[in-house]
């Protein structure tokens, strides 16, 4: 049959996203109450075809093409986690809108005013959620806002977007998002003017590698981290955990003070081979005050210990860290040995744990509950959900919570005998 039909015919059918969609990529009919929605909200896992719907769906507001959009609109907003975000992915990513776009709808990518142009006279702006203020003063038509659940300073930028929805006669947005229980994201689930789809990875398995699917899907398939990053599911804190998303959000900073001590903690893996523990890598830093600020998370799997000794090595540098602390109940001398080869010049405090780890856990819970410790931007979202995941029998849906080991004994490391007075920095 395909054989049978003209090439141009050919061509336009293989950009008729319409024909082509998954269901959960179909636009909804209604929002929750059944009437018209506002906010189309599109929660899926790891390559569920989310940047796809994205493109797809501005390029049909561009375009004017249903049925996704009944006439081209003039202006829409373009908002991604990072201004890098937005071009890496929405716009110039394998599922973005220049890839997607057919020669005579594709728009040109004006990088130094932040735009792009569709032939049609259609104009996309493009925004940083890192940026909320940026938001004041435009207006659109529609919305594309990708990752939503990852962006910083997601309530300021999302609601400073709505007050630029005010274009023609219906404004829209839709979010596409691997969903992480944050406020917002609840909140919009339960709007009756949004309309909500969902899809798992395993939806779009036949365009995914089948390594990606061997490897990635069965080793976190059933777990905490998969039923989030794999089904998009929003997964929410345990009821008999030591950490809670509020706590962590209320305790959140933009950027640490002068520090003045940082100590870099290692969790070990007893093993390199394939599906073995990740090695734990967290850092972070002590202030004149006793604040605990909790810097970077740089844990790696999959590594022989020459590897992830040159991460730990290298995240001790970049931060002019004092010490690095690190686990030796699994490999003994040789973790002190591999991270001396890497650089015999990094002062290495080895560690014994005595006691269970829900045990090590609960002092630094109790810090947290007490604002003695504090995280530095939102990029430390995996090692938020192994603490908010571990309660009395460890990570809920089994696994080694590699993350949180790391960063407890950096954090107990600062608040004992490794606190040798101060020698200030600023990061």
């Given at each position: 049959?395909l054989?049978a039909?003209?090439?141009?015919?050919?061509?336009?059918l293989s950009?008729d996203?319409?024909?082509?969609?998954?269901?959960h990529?179909d636009?909804?009919?209604?929002?929750?109450n059944?009437g018209?929605?506002?906010?189309w909200?599109?929660?899926?896992?790891?390559?569920?075809?989310?940047?796809?719907l994205?493109a797809?769906?501005v390029?049909?507001?561009?375009?004017g093409?249903?049925?996704?959009a009944?006439?081209?609109?003039?202006?829409i907003?373009?908002?991604g986690?990072t201004?890098?975000?937005?071009?890496?992915?929405?716009?110039?990513?394998?599922?973005?809108?220049l890839r997607?776009?057919?020669?005579?709808?594709?728009?040109?990518?004006?990088?130094s005013?932040r735009?792009l142009?569709?032939?049609n006279?259609?104009?996309?702006?493009?925004?940083?959620?890192?940026?909320?203020?940026?938001?004041?003063g435009p207006q659109?038509?529609a919305a594309w806002c990708?990752?939503?659940?990852k962006?910083?300073?997601?309530?300021a930028?999302?609601d400073m977007l709505?007050?630029?929805?005010?274009l023609g006669?219906?404004?829209r947005?839709?979010?596409?998002?691997t969903?992480?229980?944050?406020?917002?994201?609840?909140?919009l689930?339960?709007?009756?003017?949004?309309?909500?789809?969902?899809?798992s990875?395993?939806?779009n398995?036949?365009y995914?590698?089948?390594?990606?699917?061997d490897?990635?899907?069965?080793?976190?398939?059933g777990?905490?981290?998969?039923?989030?990053?794999?089904d998009?599911?929003i997964?929410?804190?345990?009821?008999?955990?030591l950490?809670?998303?509020a706590i962590?959000?209320?305790l959140?900073?933009?950027?640490?003070?002068?520090?003045?001590?940082?100590?870099?903690?290692?969790?070990p893996p007893?093993?390199?081979?394939?599906g073995?523990?990740?090695?734990?890598?967290v850092?972070?830093?002590?202030?004149?005050?006793?604040t605990?600020?909790?810097?970077?998370?740089?844990t790696?799997?999959?590594?022989p210990?020459?590897?992830?000794?040159m991460?730990a090595v290298?995240l001790?540098r970049r931060?002019?860290?004092?010490?690095?602390v690190?686990?030796v109940?699994?490999?003994g001398?040789?973790v002190?040995?591999?991270?001396?080869q890497?650089d015999?010049?990094v002062?290495?405090?080895?560690?014994h744990?005595?006691?269970?780890?829900?045990?090590?856990?609960e002092p630094v819970?109790?810090?947290y509950?007490?604002?003695?410790?504090?995280?530095v931007?939102?990029?430390?979202?995996?090692l938020?959900?192994?603490m908010?995941?571990f309660?009395?029998?460890?990570l809920a849906g089994?696994?080694?919570?590699?993350?949180?080991?790391?960063?407890?004994?950096?954090?107990?490391?600062?608040t004992?005998?490794?606190?040798?007075?101060?020698?200030?920095r600023?990061?």
């Open positions: 049959m054989q039909i003209p090439v141009p015919w050919l061509r336009t950009h996203f319409a024909v082509l969609a998954h269901a990529q636009a909804p009919a209604a929002g929750n059944g018209d929605w506002t906010t909200l599109m929660l899926g896992g790891r390559g569920a075809g989310k940047t796809r994205g797809e769906w390029r049909a507001q561009a375009n093409i249903p049925p996704m009944d006439a081209p609109l003039p202006r907003a373009l908002v986690e201004e890098h975000d937005v071009r890496a992915v929405m716009i110039e990513g394998e599922s973005g809108l997607i776009s057919p020669r005579a709808q594709r728009p040109v990518f004006i990088s005013r735009r142009e569709w032939p006279g259609a104009v996309g702006e493009i925004f940083s959620a890192e940026e909320p203020d940026s938001l004041r659109f038509a990708d990752e939503l659940a962006w910083r300073n997601a309530d930028a999302f709505q007050f630029g929805l005010r006669l219906r404004p947005q839709l979010v596409t998002t969903p992480r229980p944050i406020p917002l994201l609840k909140r689930i339960a709007d009756p003017r949004s309309a909500v789809t969902r899809a990875t395993h939806a398995a036949a995914l590698s089948p390594a990606f699917l490897e990635v899907i069965g080793r976190y398939a777990t905490r981290l998969g039923r989030q990053e794999i998009g599911e997964v929410e804190d345990r009821t008999d955990g950490w809670s998303r962590i959000e209320r959140r900073v933009e950027q640490a003070p002068q520090l003045a001590r940082i100590a870099v903690g290692i969790d007893a093993s390199s081979r394939q073995a523990d990740a090695c734990g890598i850092a972070a830093g002590r202030a004149e005050d006793g605990i600020y909790v810097l970077e998370d740089a790696v799997a999959g590594l210990p020459a590897g992830w000794a991460r290298a001790y931060l002019r860290a004092d010490l690095v690190a686990e109940n699994q490999g001398e040789m002190r040995a591999v991270l001396r890497v015999a010049s002062p290495v405090k080895a560690v744990a005595t006691r269970g780890k829900f045990l090590r856990a819970a109790a810090m509950a007490q604002g003695r410790v504090r995280h931007g939102a990029r430390l979202a995996l938020e959900d192994e908010c995941a309660g009395l029998d460890g089994g696994g080694s919570p590699d993350r949180l080991d790391a960063m407890v004994w950096a954090v107990t490391e600062l004992g005998r490794g606190w040798h007075g101060p020698r200030i600023a990061l």
